[in-house]
């Protein structure tokens, strides 16, 4: 059974940092490319940052220069690092593990993890 569990969510100040976890079961890890989204209230969910199994990465512009996601195979766990955080992140934050496979792509989520930057 597939596992995606995102943590590290929270309360910040405009300008403060956080770093999100997820750790994923049930899978092989190291050939999944994983995401981070995010979900705002009345907004639809955005693709934030991704990075292939290759270690590619990629991010959407508003969170360019502020958030940094990395991999850690060992320990089937991705992260973003959020730094110099805005109120326009608040969001709901969930975590993805996808690969391309014949007949498609296989998708998981996790449950979200909630990120709210306000003094």
């Known amino acids: 059974q597939v596992h995606i569990v995102e943590s590290g969510g929270g309360l910040v100040q405009p300008g403060g940092s956080l770093r999100l976890s997820c750790a994923a079961s049930?899978?092989?890890?190291?050939?999944?490319?994983m995401g981070w989204y995010r979900q705002a209230p009345g907004k639809q969910r955005e693709l934030v940052a991704t990075i292939t199994s290759g270690r590619s990465t990629n991010y959407v512009d508003s969170v360019k220069g502020r958030f940094t996601i990395s991999r850690d195979n060992a320990k089937n766990t991705v992260y973003l690092e959020m730094d110099n955080l805005e109120p326009e992140d608040t969001a709901v934050y969930y975590c993805?593990?996808?690969?391309?496979?014949?007949?498609?792509?296989?998708?998981?989520w996790g449950q979200g993890t909630q990120v709210t930057v306000s003094s």
């Open positions: 049930g899978i092989i890890f190291s050939v999944y490319a």
């Open positions: 993805n593990a996808n690969r391309k496979v014949p007949t498609g792509t296989i998708n998981h």
